[in-house]
């Protein structure tokens, strides 16, 4: 079956420090792949996808790139700040998979300090 | 452009009761999923309805049903509830059920089973 696997939290760093989530699945196929987060209180935002591989995707200073001989997505960002305090989800959607399901890492917590 | 609106946003409930979850997806998107998110277990797909339609279901008991009207809108179902389906339930619509639409979430309803 399908399953992704994520760095355990909680992710405590500094402003301005250098953030790192690792993020390895397991497919049939060649996945989509997405990093979604969440902000306390709310629903899920996407972050960034890749379809394929090689594909890197950006969005808010974060990056993460499809590498389909490790099967890994980690997700990245250079300089964080307080408000990039939150939990990170990074999923697959299967390549041929009809329709919208998604299936999701257990989520990383990060909390920035000033 | 209003975004995914899902009612109530809180819920307490007994043991045995059964329970009705609202969703009201963008307006166009005629793709809408459900998630339940728990400190457990994550975040696990339910079902996906487009065009009135149960296109995708995950595996939950038959006591969590869904349904999606005309107008795209969506409720959700469970029955005999119990205390393990405390939750925050989420909602998800998408323009399409293709696999490459992103996914638009609601701020979720939390269920508490008492």
């Known amino acids: 079956g399908n399953s992704v696997t994520q760095m355990e939290g909680p992710v405590t760093l500094s402003e301005e420090a250098f953030l790192t989530i690792n993020c390895t699945y397991t497919?049939?196929?060649?996945?989509?792949l997405f990093w979604y987060v969440q902000y306390p209180g709310e629903g899920l935002q996407l972050l960034l996808k890749a379809t394929k591989a090689d594909d890197k995707g950006s969005n808010k200073g974060f990056e993460a790139t499809y590498r389909k001989e490790t099967t890994s997505f980690h997700l990245e960002k250079g300089s964080v700040q307080v408000s990039d305090s939150a939990v990170y989800f990074c999923?697959?959607?299967?390549?041929?998979?009809?329709?919208?399901?998604?299936?999701f890492g257990g989520g990383t917590r990060v909390l920035v300090k000033p | 452009k209003a975004g995914v609106t899902q009612t109530p946003r809180y819920l307490i409930k007994t043991r045995g009761q059964q329970v009705t979850l609202s969703c009201s997806p963008i307006?166009?998107?005629?793709?809408v999923s459900w998630y339940q998110q728990t400190p457990g277990q994550g975040l696990q797909f339910l079902f996906e309805?487009?065009?009135?339609?149960?296109?995708n279901k995950g595996n939950f008991p038959g006591r969590f049903s869904g349904r999606q009207f005309s107008n795209s809108r969506s409720e959700m179902n469970v029955s005999t509830l119990e205390l393990g389906d405390s939750a925050l339930y989420l909602c998800?619509?998408?323009?399409?059920?293709?696999?490459?639409?992103?996914?638009?979430f609601g701020n979720g309803t939390r269920l508490t089973v008492t």
């Open positions: 998800a619509s998408s323009p399409t059920n293709s696999n490459n639409s992103p996914l638009h």
């Open positions: 999923a697959l959607i299967p390549i041929k998979a009809a329709g919208n399901k998604l299936t």
């Open positions: 309805y487009f065009s009135e339609t149960q296109r």
């Open positions: 497919a049939t196929g060649y996945p989509s």
């Open positions: 307006s166009g998107h005629r793709s």
